[in-house]
């Protein structure tokens, strides 16, 4: 039988949309190592430019005015407004859509981000093709760019969002309910003894891993100044991303500091190091969050962003697998009410384990190569 040819499309380089593809395909190089994958970055594939402006104007957004993602977010107006611009975009980007399929020939399209994915539910509405196109949605309450007639299957995160999207129109018969697509190794066996001594780590200590997604975003620096001010003796790994001014600037403080701080820029085992933490404090993204949760890792979240970042919040904090904290200064305080309540952990774990899909990847693997 012939290989499959699989594209898997999402933005950003460095991103929750792309570890999903990534996870994705490696999951189909499991199942069937003779399948030819194609990963795209589609924004910077049809407008390298405009990628970068985008990029830059988002996370300028993000840290500056919050509150206007938020307005934009799914707001109901903003579509309507933003649909026929939409339109054009996705019409003027459709050649090279058909370049690219007429090169690869590929017999399914998978999308981790709405973009890519709008944008082949049009060029297969324009141009009466009936190539497989999945959504992949990676956070837990999905916005109405996902939704097209063209899309022939949904991968949703979670029963609730299976539920909205037939809400929004979405026929029941297109969605699977995997969950969000993570690397397999977060859910192989870690030998802790060996990442404690390859970290130079006291197990018998409490390890707190603070994470600020792949741009080390956050309050990072205030939560580290109010762990360090808490009676309990622990450890800290600290992952920053890309976020090199913050790396160099704890990198100068860490040493000043009264608990042990490990200090990462990139870590390209984070199954591991949330292998050996006892608590995370992170970002809530989407994929991070599958991860959390296949490790039963209890979660901590401050200051998410607005949009998906606080829905994802929300979904978690009331299913009881994580604690939201306001403010980062009272993160110490909370802390050591946790380290000091193994109950309340054991609890927290419980719920994180109920609504992980760990098989998400393979499931998703496995659908693609059936089709």
Known sequence: MKPKRIILMYISDISGHKSAAM???????????????????????????????????????IKSTPQLWDYLYDNPKVIEKFEKIKEAVHKFNSPKIKELFDQFKPDVVICTQAYPCGMVADYKKSCSHELPLIAVLTDYVPHSYWVYDKVDYYITPSKEVLERLINKGVSRDKIRDFGIPIDQKFCEPVNKEKVFQKLKLNPNLPVILIMGGGQGLGPIKKIIKSLDEIRPEIQEIVVTGTNKRLYKSLKRKIKKLNKKVLLFSFANNINELMEVSDIIISKPGGVTTAEVLTKKLPMIIVEPIPGQEENNTTYLTEKGAAIEVDNPDDIGPVIEELLSNPEKLRLMQEAEEKISKPDSSMNIAKLLLDL
């Open 23 to 61: 996870a994705i395909e490696k999951a189909i190089k499991t199942l069937a190592p003779q399948t030819e994958v194609l990963g795209i970055n589609a924004f910077n594939y049809t407008n390298p430019i405009t990628e970068k402006v985008i990029n830059k104007l988002y996370m300028s957004v």
